[in-house]
């Protein structure tokens, strides 16, 4: 089964910056599940935790309030807008995450090596049409 996360309706909770990489902490990461393509393809949602981390970054200065759902957003790595973002992830290029957050803020990290972890216990949600 293929799975992916989905920035839109995800939860940011914090974001940590130590010797340049940062982690965002995602407490509500919601996961496209389908034995086709997820986000195109019937299958089930999941809420499950995560973190997307990056690698050689500087954080923007003031970082949106948080915790905050994500309105709307992106993944670019390599060229290639993920909005869905295929899981497990793990890339060894440039990448750039824009999010929209519901209150309106915005936030944008460039960074290498992105990488995504899912953390804890799926718990399901809904079946996606």
């Not at 992916?4 to 407490?27: C, K, Q, T």
């Not at 915790?67 to 973002?85: D, K, M, S, Y």
């Not at 992830?89 to 824009?98: E, K, P, Q, S």
Request: negative net charge; aromatic residues 8%; charged residues 20%.
């Amino acid at each position: 089964m293929r799975s992916a996360l989905e920035l839109h309706d995800s939860r940011v909770s914090s974001i940590e910056l130590l010797d340049g990489v940062a982690a965002i902490y995602f407490s509500h990461g919601y996961i496209h599940k389908s034995t086709g393509t997820p986000g195109r393809d019937s299958g089930t949602g999941w809420s499950q935790e995560a973190r997307l981390v990056l690698s050689d970054v500087h954080l923007p200065e003031p970082l949106p309030s948080l915790p905050n759902t994500i309105a709307e957003g992106f993944l670019e790595v390599g060229g290639i807008r993920h909005e869905l973002i295929p899981l497990p992830f793990r890339r060894r290029v440039d990448a750039t995450l824009y999010l929209v957050f519901a209150d309106g803020a915005q936030l944008e990290i460039s960074g290498r090596q992105p990488f995504i972890e899912l953390l804890g216990t799926a718990i399901y949600l809904e079946d996606v049409p």
